[in-house]
Every structure is written in C-alpha cells, then in structure tokens.
C-alpha cells in the first residue's frame, strides 16, 4: 500500500505563516528590555506570534507524521505511557 502524499498546498500555507509572524516579530528587534515592558500591547503582539508559529510548526510535523503509515497504533508503544482504561460503573451497591 502507498504511504498518502503530502498535501504540499497546506504545508507551504503554514511556511507562509511561520514567515509572516516572524516577520511582525522583528518590530521588537532593537528594543531594549524597558522599552518592551514598557507597552502591554507590544507582549501580546509577541505572544501572539510566537504561539501561532508554533502552533503552526506542530500542524506540518502532525501532517507529515500522519502520512507515515501506522505510526503510533497505541499509546502502549510510548515509553511511560500508560493505556487509558475505563473504570467500571459503580451500582451503587456496596459487596
């Protein structure tokens, strides 16, 4: 069976997008700590970036590691993982 090919078109759109945050994130270059501190806007302007170029990053690397065929089958193949498992319906019945 053939592994599915990358959807090229949406791994270039979050390249694009990593590119346009980083981008906005060179306004805060030559300032300086006090000056940064100094406008509340200017950290969540920062935050914003950084966490949707992250974000990002982790929608090309889930694209790509779902392409690879049976990847993870279970949780019981991540070391120190433990398998979730369901806990039994109390009847409300003391034994």
């Known amino acids: 069976m053939k592994n599915p090919a990358l959807n090229r078109a ?3 759109d979050r390249l694009r997008f ?10 805060f270059k ?3 700590l006090d000056e940064f501190s100094a406008d509340p806007d200017f950290f969540r302007i920062a935050y ?6 992250l974000e990002a990053c982790l929608d090309i690397g889930a694209h790509i590691l779902s392409r690879i065929p ?9 070391p ?5 498992r369901k806990k039994k319906k109390n009847s409300g019945r003391r034994s």
Request: charge should be negative; glycine fraction near 6%.
């Open 10 to 12: 949406l791994v270039e």
């Open 18 to 27: 990593i590119e346009r945050s980083v981008e906005s994130l060179h306004r």
């Open 30 to 32: 030559g300032l300086s």
């Open 48 to 53: 914003y970036d950084l966490y949707t170029a």
């Open 70 to 78: 049976n990847f993870l089958l279970s949780s019981e193949e991540i």
């Open 80 to 84: 120190g993982k433990k398998p979730i």
